[in-house]
């Protein structure tokens, strides 16, 4: 099953940056090799000047890159990237994400595997365009209440964790094309699930279920790709 790809116009690339402390700003953060503007102070209604492209009819598009940086606090700058549809945080040490990750309205892809998150904030609702969302080895309990709000989402994938059930509300997220949830504690699956009319792919493997919740998970979606 192929992965979500997201947008390749790299704006910044901080692995192995001496620059990954909470109170840099937008100018520390700019990569090097980038024509991006960036205002030095916050400032909700600056503009951020989008990457060179060859074509420029093309809607540019910003990823935000910060990758095995020991991060344990996201800089606030980062959240000022407001036209921002990627954004990256793989292999760093996150406890939680700041409320201003909600300024980020266009945010699409949302990538946070391998890190320390024990949930979302509240505000993660107002980036209501998002498509994907990876919590891949967090240690989490339960899906995160506030991703049922995320109404756009068509991947999901919380593999690794230690989540022990579904809520009945998973079958809100009714855009969904991928759900993968292997590698848990789950031990059955709420009969809400065939709400999901568009998933085309179901991991459930390593976890905890019977041959008969199986055989339920089959009947309720049988138009569903299924790995137990």
């Not at 402390?21 to 520390?28: G, H, R, W, Y």
């Not at 344990?72 to 990627?86: D, E, G, R």
């Not at 699409?108 to 080895?137: D, M, W």
């Not at 899906?143 to 995320?150: D, K, R, T």
Request: glycine share 4%.
């Amino acid at each position: 099953m192929k992965q979500p790809i997201y947008p390749k116009n790299i704006a910044y690339s901080l692995s192995n940056s001496s620059t990954h402390n909470e109170s840099a700003t937008l100018k520390q953060l700019r990569h090097r090799g980038a024509s991006v503007e960036l205002p030095e102070k916050p400032n909700p209604t600056s503009k951020v000047s989008h990457l060179q492209r060859n074509k420029p009819s093309l809607t540019p598009i910003i990823t935000v890159q910060m990758c095995s940086s020991k991060l344990k606090k996201l800089p606030l700058a980062v959240t000022q990237c407001v036209h921002a549809k990627a954004l990256i945080l793989a292999f760093n040490e996150l406890e939680a994400l700041p409320t201003e990750i909600g300024n980020m309205h266009n945010l699409e892809y949302l990538y946070l595997n391998f890190n320390r998150l024990k949930g979302l904030p509240n505000a993660i609702k107002y980036a209501s365009k998002l498509k994907a969302l990876t919590l891949v080895g967090n240690g989490l309990q339960q899906i995160p209440s506030q991703a049922f709000e995320l109404h756009q989402l068509c991947w999901l994938d919380m593999s690794f964790n230690k989540i022990s059930h579904l809520p009945e509300n998973i079958g809100a997220l009714t855009k969904l094309k991928t759900l993968t949830l292997s590698h848990n504690y789950i031990r059955t699956i709420p009969k809400s699930i065939a709400s999901l009319a568009q998933l085309k792919y179901l991991s459930l493997q390593g976890n905890f279920l019977t041959g008969k919740e199986k055989e339920k998970v089959n009947n309720l979606l049988p138009n569903t790709q299924i790995k137990f």
